[in-house]
């Protein structure tokens, strides 16, 4: 089974540019979620999709983030535009319905730093 | 709200020694609670999970977890580590019911093996 794919790998960019990372869920994963960790932190939630319907976004900095996964399946995560701490690892996972019994499949994630 | 404390942030075990992780949480309901780890430059990976049933939970590489409900704690062990166990362990937690599942990680613990 492919895992859940990410790319780009790493990122650096300028601060007050805009950046967008792409992730593709395990096949037939109804939900998939995009985390922030941040060096030395556990990862944080900032959304939660079922197919392509928002379930949880929180915690996402509305203002300068945005997701998408308008055909249930691959989402884009956009910052616009970036500040020096948005420098993190971006983590998307993915998982059955429901998350909490069937368990998270996690990416390798898109480490971005912001200069 | 959830949350999870890993009250250490180092640990330092000799390569064949016991290992104990602690790993407390705040939740009102019974909780899904899960053990990830994170080596350098990867995602994170599954090592074990509860959700009901018995306290004492198998999980990958040998690491077990144990669900204290009276002390609200979690933690994971292993009779005996290897060098490749060092890493970044992270304790997680999630409702146990409702769409919105994501997970709450602790701080996480960095785990640091002497030869």
């Known amino acids: 089974e492919a895992g859940v794919a990410q790319s780009p790998r790493y990122k650096i960019i300028e601060k007050r540019q805009s950046v967008a990372f792409w992730c593709n869920p395990i096949?037939?994963?109804?939900?998939l979620y995009w985390y922030q960790q941040i060096l030395g932190q556990g990862p944080k939630l900032l959304i939660q999709?079922?197919?392509?319907?928002?379930?949880?976004d929180s915690q996402l900095p509305k203002d300068r983030f945005s997701a998408e996964r308008l055909k249930g399946v691959d989402s884009t995560l956009k910052i616009q535009p970036a500040k020096l701490e948005d420098s993190a690892v971006y983590l998307c996972?993915?998982?059955?319905?429901?998350?909490?019994?069937?368990?998270?499949?996690f990416g390798s994630g898109t480490r971005l730093t912001v200069v | 709200a959830q949350s999870v404390t890993q009250p250490d942030i180092h640990i330092t075990v000799s390569e064949g020694a016991s290992l104990e992780l602690r790993c407390n949480y705040s939740?009102?309901?019974?909780?899904?609670l899960f053990w990830y780890v994170q080596s350098p430059g990867q995602g994170l990976q599954l090592l074990l999970k509860?959700?009901?049933?018995?306290?004492l939970v198998q999980g990958i590489k040998g690491f077990e977890a144990e669900f204290k409900r009276s002390q609200s704690s979690f933690n994971l062990r292993k009779p005996s580590v290897h060098w490749s166990d060092a890493a970044e362990y992270f304790c997680?937690?999630?409702?146990?019911?409702?769409?919105?599942?994501?997970?709450?990680f602790g701080k996480g613990t960095h785990l640091i093996i002497q030869p």
């Open positions: 096949s037939g994963h109804a939900t």
């Open positions: 939740y009102g309901a019974t909780p899904y």
């Open positions: 999709f079922q197919n392509n319907g928002v379930v949880d």
């Open positions: 997680a937690v999630v409702s146990s019911g409702g769409g919105a599942d994501g997970l709450t």
């Open positions: 996972a993915s998982s059955l319905v429901p998350g909490q019994r069937y368990g998270y499949t």
């Open positions: 509860y959700f009901s049933g018995d306290t």
